[in-house]
């Protein structure tokens, strides 16, 4: 399973170590493990919770170091908006020990779950906040992502709330998003790219959305 998520990795020019990827492991177990008790995924097994999600943040990490480097930023820092069981941020922490992510959820008991996964498997760059978009001030980043919390119409203004002035947006879309030319030209930012990318085992087209702000 550890060389399966490093060849991915390379596909996408993301370097990963085999310890990168034996802890990627060891989370997507974990969450295995607690699935039922938490409503964490869906997925049907371990290989799919690798594939769909490990994987997803995994392209997401790849996205970011090529942001980063095109902004000469050595370390940086990332805020996941509604990180639900850290499928994104954790995977992002862990592939990039270059950054500062935080993980912001609503949902307490999934906060205690991240918070767990970060203690047990001592990841040094992550940390949780218990918060909701819009209903909190929060600290802004270098580059914000989100995955599933809804429209990207609604969520695209409380993610660049929160990004830095230069920094990025990154939203996880399953299809080309139809935003309105306003709703494209935020005032505070705007779509610069729309990446399209397979994830394993998958055929059809996912997108990355980068707004710059």
């Known amino acids: 399973m550890p060389q399966s998520l490093v060849k991915f990795a390379g596909s ?8 990168q990827a034996e802890l990627l492991v060891r989370y997507a ?7 039922d ?7 049907a097994n371990l290989q799919e919770v690798l594939s769909r999600h490990i994987c997803d943040g995994l392209q997401g990490a790849a996205c970011l170091a090529q942001l980063a480097q095109t902004k000469n930023l050595a370390a940086f820092s990332v805020t996941d908006a509604g990180a639900g069981a850290g499928y994104i941020g954790l995977t992002l922490a862990i592939a990039l020990p270059q950054a500062r992510v935080t993980l912001v959820e609503s949902i307490e008991k999934r906060c205690a779950f991240m918070n767990w996964v970060i203690l047990t498997l001592g990841i040094k760059n992550a940390r949780v906040k218990n918060a909701r978009l819009g209903q909190h001030v929060l600290e802004q980043t270098d580059f914000v992502t989100e995955r599933a919390m809804g429209q990207l119409a609604d969520i695209l203004p409380l993610c660049l709330q929160i990004t830095k002035a230069e920094g990025a947006f990154m939203a996880y879309q399953g299809q080309p998003p139809q935003l309105t030319q306003k709703e494209g030209q935020n005032t505070d930012g705007k779509m610069v790219q729309l990446l399209p990318y397979t994830l394993p085992a998958e055929t059809r087209e996912r997108y990355l959305a980068i707004f710059e702000k």
Not at 12 to 19: C, D, N
Not at 29 to 35: D, E, G, Y
């Open 12 to 19: 996408i020019s993301l370097p990963l170590s085999l310890a």
């Open 29 to 35: 177990q974990t969450v295995w493990q607690k699935k």
């Open 37 to 43: 008790f938490l409503n964490l995924t869906s997925a």
